[in-house]
């Protein structure tokens, strides 16, 4: 048996004593975050991704091993364990495996077989089995016991059958070999329930539709599985010739012969043949297939809810580290029809300083005293960058700002940048508590404002405070596991803020619990110290904050910055506790540490082996030395944006072919959402990204990109817009053809999915040129 040491350092490709330094500084509560950056020594440099899978699967593993504990002490009492028993116990490398061989000795509710074994039925099963020859009724007739229950030979039948059922369908080594069989043969198929076709018409490619269980993607296996929630759709797991057979076989599937196989049960035309076959099918049919089948759509649905969670959580990522606009003062925009636009302003750090309500849209249409509010607004507090929401009203409010920006050029004044935000999340992160809390005086409308001007300037410190499902950039994220969804995504929030830093002095409470190290409690305490005492002047004054101990400080040093203090140092990545590798490279450089900073050319002068000693290693010294050329650098892209259309403002207003800039809302694993500024993000297949195979989208795009693109279809009722981001394909074909002339709209609908085919086929042609 391999210990959880072993398997964890087989996993993830590293050696053993680095697995064990990282469970014992996770066991002293250390965090990932704190551990990938500053105990690489420790670990052998064991990064942020290896981190996360060894703590996921440290957790798993030690569930098994308390479970395995705990079968082996059932077991142990009932006084069946054998040596033998307790070696397969042992050597049981997943929770399934343990659970097939503690099937036949789990304490359940008194069954048929059971029944059987005390009317003295157990010897009939075994004559029948081992001696085919027999004939099933004249030895039935043997076992009759009207005391027992057993009033014929019938009964005493039945009852050998039951005990053979039970016996067969807790056998781990029979049962291990057909879910293998069924796992990678079986197919699922869907039907639609009668009567629902109308109601479940979203569901209309699933009516009548049979896949590889084992080939199905994550997000088809959601799909079904809502459709059958729903009531729309029946599913079975079937075996291949069962499908073809149009349902039940005559016959003996294969999974009835690998049974009848294991068992020694053949067809030779003996007396009991027949009855024993009997007893294979009703075995596969009434008891194992249906087990079976509840435990593999299980499976597939953890598989589905593991891959559906991970583009969530990198679309997350993606988000999150988007590119900051940065400290300049904003207006935010958060449009409206009837309830009119919400307009609020935050100063360069964020700070809420002023609100209107404006009404230039039906049914009003007060738009030219709308100009005059906004354009008093933006004089007043130097707005620089103008934030307007996505939702409804979006383009007709992204054209009051176009205007409002040409009326201040006309001025003299400067002229600030409009640009259209994803509100997705806004309305909870106003309804939440915490943004009672931040502004209690302000309606709930307006808070809406504020979260949509900050969420441009800093994305990253504004989305923390909302609820990462809330933020819509996953798929089916309320079917899947929502305890495994909610730790992956915290996982993710923890990582990134992590990865940036926080400005101790101006974060906010939700950005502050997100630092290594730091609870909720502490976090709250950090803001009320500062709020009471001022800004803080060093990283060695944050230990005055109440609760926060040296432990926690520790693990949070390194990630909490402090700009403009009295160390230069506190406003990077060095950890504090590393602060006396800084001093020997001032000793060796003979400079202060003001011009030392930045000064790549004189960093690189120095031998990262010479500041190396007994508590910091080399891959310490070289992180420090990478710090101090680029103090405090921020990991998110340069800021861009994207232009949408003129004109273009509704699904009805697109024609194929038109080409658009857009911004990537959302990616899957079958493609990525665009939003291109119609209130509809419109879909790039994943055949459609790039003119080569493309295996998962995000070798192409991210959320976040702006990206161009070109429309292919149009589906109003539907409100389905396909693009593709294959740009120059037409255009050559075009090129290359001197009597090209444009195709009518009925011509482009017949030739559009011939296209996309052929495209795709090319695709997975030349994907497999380059396995070859």
């Not at 629902?196 to 296996?221: C, I, N, W």
């Not at 039906?362 to 509010?373: A, F, K, N, T, Y």
């Amino acid at each position: 048996m391999k210990s959880i040491f072993q398997r964890l350092a087989i996993e993830l490709a590293c050696r053993e004593p680095q697995v064990a330094a990282a469970v014992a500084l996770l066991d002293e509560g250390a965090t990932v975050p704190f551990i990938s950056r500053y105990r690489k020594e420790a670990t052998g440099g064991l990064d942020d991704t290896q981190m996360r899978l060894l703590e996921e699967r440290l957790r798993y593993l030690r569930e098994l091993e308390d479970r395995r504990t705990a079968v082996i002490n059932a077991i142990r009492e009932q006084d069946k364990l054998t040596p033998e028993l307790e070696r397969v116990l042992l050597e049981a490398d997943n929770k399934q495996r343990l659970e097939d061989l503690y099937l036949p000795f789990k304490q359940k509710r008194r069954t048929k077989a059971q029944i059987a074994r005390e009317a003295g039925l157990a010897p009939l099963a075994d004559l029948l089995l081992n001696d085919p020859q027999q004939n099933p009724e004249i030895a039935a007739q043997r076992f009759i016991d009207a005391e027992k229950g057993v009033q014929d030979s019938k009964a005493a039948l039945d009852g050998a059958r039951a005990i053979l059922l039970e016996m067969w369908s807790e056998d781990a080594a029979l049962i291990g070999a057909l879910r293998t069989h069924v796992q990678r043969e079986g197919k699922l198929k869907t039907t639609v329930i009668a009567g629902q076709e109308s109601a479940g018409a979203k569901f209309t490619d699933y009516f009548d539709f049979a896949e590889s269980l084992a080939a199905m993607p994550s997000h088809r296996v959601l799909a079904v599985l809502r459709g059958r929630n729903e009531g729309i759709l029946s599913l079975n797991l079937m075996l291949p010739e069962e499908i073809e057979a149009g349902g039940r076989m005559a016959t003996p599937n294969r999974c009835e012969l690998m049974i009848a196989q294991h068992v020694g049960i053949s067809q030779q035309n003996r007396p009991a043949d027949k009855w024993l076959n009997d007893t294979v099918r009703l075995a596969w049919r009434a008891k194992i297939a249906l087990s079976l089948e509840g435990e593999l759509l299980t499976a597939a649905r953890e598989r589905a809810d593991l891959e559906a969670i991970r583009v969530f959580a990198l679309n997350l990522k993606d988000l999150l580290l988007a590119a900051p606009a940065g400290p300049r003062a904003t207006l935010g925009l958060d449009p409206g029809l009837r309830t009119g636009v919400k307009v609020a302003v935050v100063d360069a750090t964020g700070k809420f300083v002023a609100h209107e309500t404006i009404y230039p849209h039906e049914p009003r249409r007060d738009w030219d005293q709308s100009l005059v509010v906004l354009a008093r607004l933006c004089k007043t507090h130097a707005v620089e960058l103008i934030a307007i929401g996505n939702g409804t009203a979006s383009r007709e409010t992204d054209k009051l700002a176009a205007e409002l920006i040409e009326q201040l050029a006309k001025a003299g004044l400067k002229k600030p940048a409009k640009i259209v935000v994803s509100e997705a999340g806004a309305s909870v992160y106003s309804a939440s508590e915490l943004a009672a809390k931040e502004f209690p005086d302000l309606d709930v409308s307006i808070r809406g404002a504020v979260s949509i001007a900050r969420r441009l300037q800093d994305p990253l410190a504004e989305l923390v405070k909302i609820d990462p499902k809330a933020i819509g950039v996953g798929q089916y994220q309320h079917d899947v596991n929502q305890n495994e969804l909610a730790r992956m995504l915290d996982s993710v929030v923890e990582d990134c803020v992590n990865a940036v830093g926080v400005d101790v002095n101006i974060a906010s409470a939700a950005l502050l619990a997100r630092v290594s190290g730091l609870s909720q409690t502490m976090a709250n305490n950090v803001v009320t110290y500062r709020d009471a005492h001022g800004a803080f002047a060093n990283r060695k004054s944050i230990l005055k904050v109440p609760r926060l101990g040296d432990k926690a400080f520790q693990l949070a040093a390194g990630f909490l910055r402090i700009n403009q203090g009295d160390n230069p140092l506190d406003a990077s990545a060095v950890h504090p506790e590393a602060y006396p590798v800084v001093e020997k490279i001032i000793a060796k450089l003979n400079k202060n540490i003001r011009n030392i900073i930045g000064d790549k050319a004189l960093l690189q002068q120095l031998n990262p082996a010479d500041l190396v000693d007994s508590q910091f290693g080399f891959p310490t010294v070289k992180d420090i030395l990478a710090e101090l050329e680029k103090p405090g650098r921020d990991p998110r892209p340069e800021f861009k944006t994207a232009t949408f259309a003129d004109g273009v403002e509704d699904i009805k207003d697109l024609r194929v072919d038109m080409v658009l800039e857009g911004v990537v809302s959302n990616v899957t694993n079958f493609g990525a959402f665009v939003d291109i500024g119609v209130h509809q993000d419109g879909l790039v297949h994943i055949s459609c990204l790039a003119a080569r195979f493309v295996k998962d989208p995000r070798e192409v795009v991210k959320a976040g990109d702006v990206v161009k693109v070109k429309v292919t279809e149009i589906d109003v009722p539907r409100k389905r817009i396909a693009l593709t981001m294959r740009l120059n394909e037409v255009a050559r074909e075009q090129a290359s053809s001197v009597s090209a002339q444009p195709m009518t709209q009925r011509e482009r609908k017949i030739v559009a999915p011939v296209e996309s085919k052929l495209g795709a086929m090319a695709d997975q042609l030349a994907a497999l040129k380059l396995k070859r």
